[in-house]
């Protein structure tokens, strides 16, 4: 079975939204819409959305929740440490950068992400791993060889642990412990930045080295 991945550079912190679909060309999944959706929108208009994938509700990554799940009624899904976060402008950071966004604040996520579950999306099977440091309920997924790695993971870079529940220890140990383990030919979509893979960072990543 095929996957299909488009993304969408969106919002001033220039997020990565991704767009999969399945072998149904009509079926599809967002990882992560972030600010500024318009051009999301419009790739989905004819589309049916089964969920919305969060790897983590900082507010660069959830700006085009609210107003995507409103148009398509598709589910949201978000780890459980970071339910809160949705709701609070405060948590997700979007009342601590005034220059960068106003406020954001959505609905509750419809659904609970944990360690080790699996979603049955768009005709695929997307693996959960609980990826903590970056934020305390970051999450990666893993469909196939392609991997969603939010900001966890870059090419040639690692996501920053200054900002709420971040923490150094947990993002290096997610890194070696559970994202390094999948094998140097999974293809890494990160939440910024063009995609690399577990091999080119495990031999070139100088934060990881």
Same mark, same amino acid.
């Given at each position: 079975?095929?996957?299909?991945?488009?993304?969408?550079?969106?919002?001033?912190?220039?997020? &990565?939204?991704?767009?999969? %679909?399945?072998?149904?060309?009509?079926?599809?999944? !967002?990882?992560?819409?972030?600010? &500024?959706?318009?051009? +999301?929108?419009?790739?989905?208009?004819?589309?049916?959305?089964?969920?919305?994938?969060?790897?983590?509700?900082?507010?660069?990554?959830?700006?085009?929740?609210?107003?995507?799940?409103?148009?398509?009624?598709?589910?949201?899904? +978000?780890?459980?440490?970071?339910?809160?976060?949705?709701?609070?402008?405060? +948590? &997700?950071?979007?009342?601590?950068?005034?220059?960068?966004?106003?406020? !954001?604040?959505?609905?509750?996520?419809?659904?609970?992400?944990?360690?080790?579950?699996?979603?049955?999306? !768009?005709?695929?099977?997307?693996?959960?791993?609980?990826?903590?440091?970056?934020?305390?309920?970051?999450?990666?997924?893993?469909?196939?060889?392609?991997?969603?790695?939010?900001?966890?993971?870059?090419? %040639?870079?690692?996501?920053?642990?200054?900002?709420?529940?971040?923490?150094?220890?947990?993002?290096?140990?997610?890194? %070696?412990?559970?994202?390094?383990?999948?094998?140097?030919?999974?293809?890494?979509?990160?939440?910024?930045?063009?995609?690399?893979?577990?091999?080119?960072?495990?031999?070139?990543?100088?934060? !990881?080295?």
């Amino acid at each position: 079975m095929t996957l299909s991945i488009r993304s969408f550079n969106l919002g001033p912190l220039q997020t &990565n939204a991704y767009l999969l %679909q399945g072998d149904d060309p009509q079926r599809a999944v !967002i990882i992560d819409p972030g600010m &500024n959706p318009g051009p +999301l929108l419009r790739a989905i208009e004819p589309l049916t959305i089964e969920a919305i994938l969060l790897t983590h509700a900082h507010f660069d990554h959830i700006g085009g929740v609210e107003e995507i799940r409103n148009s398509k009624g598709c589910p949201v899904y +978000l780890h459980a440490l970071e339910q809160d976060w949705l709701t609070s402008p405060k +948590l &997700n950071g979007s009342l601590m950068w005034p220059e960068a966004s106003p406020p !954001i604040s959505t609905e509750p996520a419809e659904y609970d992400l944990a360690e080790g579950q699996q979603l049955n999306l !768009i005709g695929h099977t997307f693996r959960v791993f609980h990826t903590p440091g970056h934020s305390p309920g970051s999450v990666s997924f893993l469909c196939g060889k392609d991997l969603f790695s939010g900001d966890v993971l870059f090419r %040639q870079g690692v996501g920053r642990t200054d900002l709420t529940g971040g923490r150094e220890r947990d993002l290096y140990d997610s890194i %070696q412990n559970k994202l390094f383990p999948l094998g140097d030919d999974v293809t890494v979509y990160s939440g910024h930045g063009p995609k690399t893979s577990i091999g080119y960072e495990k031999a070139n990543n100088p934060y !990881i080295r």
